[in-house]
C-alpha cells in the first residue's frame, strides 16, 4: 500500500489530522492496535476550545457538537468556604464547549468513514521505518499477516506510549518531566450536574471539580493519592469527601447517585522536543501530556494536527518545505504557554503535601488577589479560553 502520510493512532489528534488532510486532497491511512469501541471507551477530557470547535467544523464533524454542547461563559473558583466567579466572556469574548472526547472522537470516526478513508484497527506490532529518509514506509500485522506502507511523511498521534516517540534515536529527543505526587479520582454519574459552569475547588482535604457531560450526566473528581485504589472509593465515600470539600451551597443542592464509571489517574506534565524527526512528526499526547487541570490536552492535540495539516498542505500545494521545517518550533510555542498554564492552575488548587501551611496560605493570598483583580482574571480567561493558533 502506498499514501502520502501514514498516521499512526486513531485518537482525537490523528482523526482530525487525518480529516485536515483529507479536506486539502492530501491521502492518508490511520493504523490503530485497538478497536474501535477500545478507543471510544476511554473517558477523557470534555472541554472543548472556540479552536478545536471551528477545526470540527472546518472537517464537517462539528454538527453534533453544536446540537449537544454545552457553551460556558466563565467558571467558578472556591475556596475559603465561597465561590467566585469568573466571567471569562466579558473578558475574552470567547466562550469553552462542553462536549465529551469520546463523542469528539465519534464524530470524527463517522466522518473519515463517511470519506470513505482507510482506517486499520486491531493493527498489531506497528512500527516506523526509514523516518530519516526521504522513503519512510510502516509495517504492522493485521491477522497474523505483515503489512507495508511507503508513504512521504509518518504522523505519530498514538499517545504517550506510543510506539513513535520510542522508535527515535533516545541521543536526538530532549524529555521535560514532572510526576505530581496525588491523583485524581474521578467518577460519572447519570445525575444532574451540580452548578451550570465548572466549580474548581481548593480546599484544605484536597482539590475537588465539579463538571459535567450533558444537563443530565456529572463528571466529578477528588485529589486522592496515588497509592489509593478504586476499590478504596466505594461511591457513599466519594460523595461524602467530595461534599466536604465544596461550599455549603453547593454541598446541599448536590445530587447523588450510582457511579457509572470511576478511575483514578495520575498527573504529570511531560513534553518531549523536538515535535520532528525527519519526515516522522510527533502530535498531541506522543509529544506532551498536561495535568487535566487546566483543560488543555484535547485542544493541544487538535492545534497539533491544525499545524501539522497546515504545513503538509503547503508542502504539496505549494512545494514548500517552510511549514515542516517550522512545524516543530510552532507547535513547541503553543505546547509550553499551555502547560505552564495548567501547571499554574495545578498549583495553586492542589494540596501539596511537602509546602504544608505555608504553601495553603499562599494558595489562599494567590486565589484572592486572582479574583480581586482585572488583569489577573483576563489573564487566566486569555489562557483558559484558548490561545490563537
Known sequence: MRTKVAIIGAGPAGLLLGQLLRTYGIDNVILERHTPEYVLGRIRAGLLEEGTVALMD???AGERAHAEGLIHDGIELAFAGHRHRIDMRSLTGKTVMIYGQTEVTLDLMDARKSAGLVSVYEAADVKPHDFDTDRPRVT???DGVTHEIACDFIAGCDGFHGVSR????????ETFEREYPFGWLGILSDTPPVSPELIYSNHARGFA??????TTRSRYYVQCPLDDRVEDWPDERFWNELKRRL?????????????IEKSIAPLRSFVAEPMRFGRMFLAGDAAHIVPPTGAKGLNLAASDAHYLATALREYYDEKSSAGIDDYSATSLKRVWKAVRFSWWMTSILHKFPDTGRIGARF???ELDYLVNSKAAMTSLSENY?????
Open 247 to 259: 461550599d455549603q451551597k453547593a454541598a446541599d443542592s448536590l445530587i447523588t447517585g450510582p457511579s
Open 166 to 173: 520510542a522508535s527515535v534515536n533516545p541521543e536526538a529527543v
Open 363 to 365: 494558595q489562599l493570598a
Open 385 to 389: 479560553v484558548g490561545l490563537p493558533f
Open 140 to 142: 504492522y500485522k493485521k
Open 58 to 60: 472546518e472537517v464537517g
Open 209 to 214: 471539580l465539579c463538571t459535567m457531560r450533558s
